[in-house]
Every structure is written in C-alpha cells, then in structure tokens.
C-alpha cells in the first residue's frame, strides 16, 4: 500500500525533472531506441544491396585510411571504424547501425526540445524512435546522412548570429560533399540566404566597421576554411581522383537514372519482368537510345517517357510520406524498394489528424500576428532550411522516388511542424502534456518488444558468409570466376575483409549468382557446363543443394569426381565449396 501511496509523489517530481531539465527525456528517449534494437545482433541479418557495397570502401577505410570522395566518404569512413571496434563484419555492420540509431534518436529529440514544450518534444521524439521505418531502415547510409542535417537544423534553432550561419553554411558544403551530393540544394539555398542577411537583412544596416568585417570573417571564413580542410583531406585519401572522378561521377549518375526507371516501369507495366537492378540497359536503349542515358539525355531523346517516370514518382509522394510517418500507407502501390504495409486505413486516418493538426495550428499561430513575427524572425534560420529541405524533396521525388529514407530530414520537419502546432493548442495544458509524454515514455520503456521478438528472420546472408571466409585465400586469383548463387554481389563485398593470414591480398574474382544455370541443359553434366563457362569455383548453398541431389546429372560434380575439387568438410551435408584443380 506505501508502495502505491508514493506514485502520486514520484509521477510529480517525473513531471517536475521533465520540465526543468533534460536529463528524464533523453534517458527515456535512450531506453526507447535502445529497446528497439535489443537484439539486433542476434537476429537480423547482414544487410544486403548497397550497404555491401559501402563496406568495400569502410574495408579501405580500415586497411589504409583509404575512402571515395564520390561515395558518402564520410559514412564509409565511419564504417570502417567500426570495423576496426569489432574486427568482423557482422559485428561492424550491426554495431554501426546501432549507433546510427541511437543517435537519431537523441538528436531528434535535441531538435525537439528547442521548437516545444519538454512534454511534446518528448512525446514527438518517441514517435520518431518507434517507427521501425526508421530504427529497421533497408540501407544504413540514409539514416547517417540524417545526423549532420540534425546538426544542422538544431544550430538553425538555436540563434541567428553570422557565426552560426557560418556554422551552417561549412556543414551543409560537408554534407553536400562528403555524404549526400543533393544536399547542395539546401546549401545553395542557405547560402544566398546568408548572402541577403548580412547585407538587406536586420545586421545589414549595421555601419561596415572594422569590428563588422572581422565578425563576417570569423564567422564565415573560419567554419568553412576547416569545412574546406576536412573535404581536402577525404579527397587526398580518395581511391578516385581527377580526371577519374568526372567519368566516375557521370557512370554513378546513369546507373542509378536506369534503375530507378526500370523499377518504376516495372511497377507500370507489371508484364516486364527483367531485373531493374542488373538488367536495366535493354529497356533504357529501347527507350532513349542508350543503355546508360543521363537525366538530361532522357529528357532530350524522350521527353514523353521521361515525363511519365516523374509523373509516376509524383504519384507516390502521399503513399511515401505516410509509411516515412506512420510505418504503413493507404494507398496499394510501393513507394519503396523494400515491402510495406499497404492498404492500412489507421494511415489515412493518422493522415488526416495530422493536416488537421497543422491546418489549426497554422490558424491559431497566424491569429496573433505579433508573436508569430517573432517566432518567424527568430526561427528564421530553421525555415530557410526547410524551404531547402523541400525544394530538394521534389527534385529527389520526381527523378528517384518518394522513398521514405530519402525523405528522413524533410520527415523530422514534418513531425517538428505537427508537434508545434500541437503545442499551440495545447498551450493551457502543459502540465497534462508533461504527464501524459511521462507516462507514455514509461509504458514505452516497460512494454515496447525488443528487436528480436518482433523483427527476427532468417540470415542466410550472414550464414553464407561464414561458411565462405575460411576459404578466402584459395578466392583471392583475380582471375577467379565464382558461382556464388544468392547475394553473390553482397558476398562479393564482404569477403573483402579478411580473415584468414593472407589479409594483405585483396580479392578481386568476379561472382555470378544461379541465374546463369538457366541456360544448363539438366541432359549435360552440370560440371561440364560449368567448365566451359570459365567458373574456377562453385558454392552450392543450402537452398539449392537439395534440388541438384535430385539431378543425375549434377552428381559426378556433387560427389567430387570431376576436375572440381570439394574444400569444405563434408560433415557439411547442406552446402558445398568447389575449386577447380
């Protein structure tokens, strides 16, 4: 009965520490994104697709300090410190989404903290943390890239002297350069801000002193010479450098403009059926006359295409925004590379509450035109962002797609503006608020699942990984040609770490995946098949080890009496590694 006496008097002084200091709602904040991904280790896989990718480039990282300035080379680098933590793969590759987490999380809640009231800025950080669209996103890369824009939008709520636009304007040059390459719209944005406020805005009918000018050059020469240091020493360490990088650069481009085309047409016209990822080029040169076309050549050799794939996109943007929001969508078609809930009514209703939200505190903040001067003159930094935020959304929606990764910092903002105008309304209230985000950060705390009980699945990437690298050094020929099966290019990358004595050599073989069997006649021996193919190497995994024991004519090549050498134990019943002698 004491026990339950002392609530009352432990829930106010909760309500009282959340309203005088930080301390509670990052603790909470913390327990919630640490609970989220509890576990992760044990029951996620290895991430597949352009994360392996990166890890070649964090391998360099540890090797030698090496990078790709054309290649997030501030992520990379990052990666590769925490390979150098854990000295393994799974370890680094778990442990740096971990962080990424984890730090979103708190800075979300910094961002927060500095736009609200304690109670609202928690109960809208929490709302970030939970969204497994967030903490579970497909690629790593996108959610890093959230954190030196948070950086950002927190200095831009912060204040409004030169020396902060000068901070400002140094890390969006950072972020344009050394993590995400559309970020130079913000920055162009920012910058001409920066131009029209020293000169024509409230400083610039300040007499041009001396003590004017030295505050302009600290303030702005300071912050961007070291921006200019730390991009100048990424690119001296860069494995491509000029005149590599412009060739490099435009190859980077027309990758990505074919496969985001194919996917997007693939979604139109469900009778194509070649993969968007590996064999984009045929429909791109029937197309637009090329396998490879630029945006621009896109648009100059079918502008009518070329119009549908942003039509499309465009189409997407409400389906988008509400699995970047509430983690499903109402809508039936993806908006995303990775599954998602469809067809959720609570979307559409949790929609609506939001614009309804936003419509009334828009009314109320305008209704008292004052205080709303204020606010807008002393948030003025934070709403140019966001007009940068916004105008490059629509370049990255139209050409790319409303991905809710690449939507990450425009996403905040949002949560920010409905969490503001919730405040607005609630502004009477503050004291419940305070209570109710309490309650709601402990029930989080006591009640949310940990990462395994929700979200465990099968790791057959990490399984084939382990099973290959105690093989690496009979891999490392250049001129190795392996049938890998599944993952064979996220196999490819992280073989790269080595395990084994030889670490100094790096493995260069070229992979393929099982798809090069359709072309096998099940009449011919599978070993011959192979041998004339050129494949020095030959991975049968668990998933289609069953399927050739089934095959007579895969069974001189299974029982080892062909040029193909079996190197695993065969204790090893489900797989199996073959080198040819």
Not at 4 to 10: D, F, K, M, R, W
Not at 137 to 164: D, G, K, N, Q, W
Not at 272 to 292: H, R
Not at 306 to 325: E, I, K, P, Y
């Amino acid at each position: 009965m004491g026990g339950l006496q002392a609530l009352p008097l432990a829930f106010m002084r909760a309500r009282t520490a959340l309203r005088t200091g930080p301390a509670l709602s990052y603790a909470i904040v913390f327990l919630v994104a640490a609970k989220t991904v509890w576990g992760m280790w044990l029951y996620r896989d290895l991430t597949f697709g352009d994360t392996s990718s990166y890890f070649t480039t964090a391998n360099r990282w540890f090797e030698g300090f090496k990078d790709n300035i054309l290649w997030s080379p501030l992520y990379t680098s990052f990666y590769g410190e925490m390979l150098r933590v854990t000295h393994d793969v799974y370890g680094a590759t778990n442990l740096h989404r971990i962080v990424i987490v984890l730090a979103a999380a708190i800075g979300v809640l910094a961002l927060m903290r500095r736009l609200m009231s304690p109670g609202m800025a928690l109960l809208i950080a929490l709302w970030w943390a939970v969204m497994p669209i967030n903490f579970d996103t497909l690629y790593e890369v996108h959610l890093f890239a959230l954190l030196p824009m948070l950086v950002v939008l927190i200095l831009a709520c912060s204040a409004t002297r030169p020396l902060h636009r000068g901070i400002i304007l140094a890390l969006l040059l950072v972020i344009t350069v050394l993590v995400r390459n559309e970020t130079s719209i913000v920055l162009a944005i920012f910058a001409t801000f920066c131009a029209y406020e020293e000169f024509f805005g409230p400083s610039g009918a300040e007499p041009r002193t001396t003590t004017w000018w030295r505050a302009r050059l600290a303030g702005y020469a300071v912050p961007l010479a070291l921006a200019c240091a730390l991009i100048g020493g990424a690119y001296a360490q860069s494995l491509v450098k000029y005149p590599q990088t412009s060739g490099a650069a435009q190859s980077k481009h027309t990758l990505n403009m074919c496969q985001v085309y194919a996917f997007g047409y693939s979604q139109r016209h469900p009778e194509y059926t070649a993969s968007p990822w590996t064999e984009c080029q045929p429909l791109m040169k029937a197309t637009f006359g090329a396998d490879q076309p630029s945006l621009a050549e896109m648009l100059k050799a079918n502008p009518g295409a070329t119009l549908r794939h942003f039509a499309w996109n465009a189409s997407l943007v409400v389906n988008g925004f509400q699995v970047a929001l509430f983690n499903a969508m109402s809508g039936s078609v993806n908006p995303d590379y990775a599954p998602v809930q469809g067809q959720e009514r609570y979307a559409a209703v949790l929609s609506l509450i939001c614009a309804a939200l936003l419509a009334a505190g828009a009314w109320r903040f305008q209704s008292d035109r004052p205080a709303m001067r204020d606010v807008l003159v002393r948030h003025r930094h934070f709403l140019v962002i966001l007009v940068g935020l916004a105008c490059t959304i629509c370049v990255v929606v139209v050409t790319q797609r409303p991905r809710p990764s690449y939507l990450f910092a425009f996403t905040v903002c949002i949560m920010a503006l409905v969490g503001m105008s919730a405040d607005l309304l609630t502004r009477g209230i503050r004291e419940a608020i305070n209570g109710i985000a309490i309650v709601a950060g402990a029930a989080l705390v006591l009640l949310l699942p940990f990462y395994q009980q929700t979200y465990a699945s099968p790791r057959p990437l990490r399984a084939n990984l382990a099973r290959l690298q105690p093989y690496q050094s009979l891999l490392a020929a250049p001129d190795n040609k392996l049938l890998i099966g599944d993952y064979a290019g996220e196999l490819a990358g992280y073989l790269q770490y080595r395990t084994d004595a030889a670490s100094n050599v790096r493995l260069a073989f070229k992979t393929y995946d099982y798809s090069v069997l359709t072309d096998w006649d099940r009449q011919q021996p599978l070993d011959a098949f192979l041998e004339r193919r050129g494949f020095t190497a030959i991975f049968v995994q668990p998933r289609v080890m069953p399927e050739l024991q089934a095959l007579p004519a895969a069974k001189a090549l299974l029982d080892g009496e062909t040029r193909y050498r079996r190197v695993n134990s065969l204790v090893d019943r489900d797989w199996a590694l073959y080198i040819r002698q």
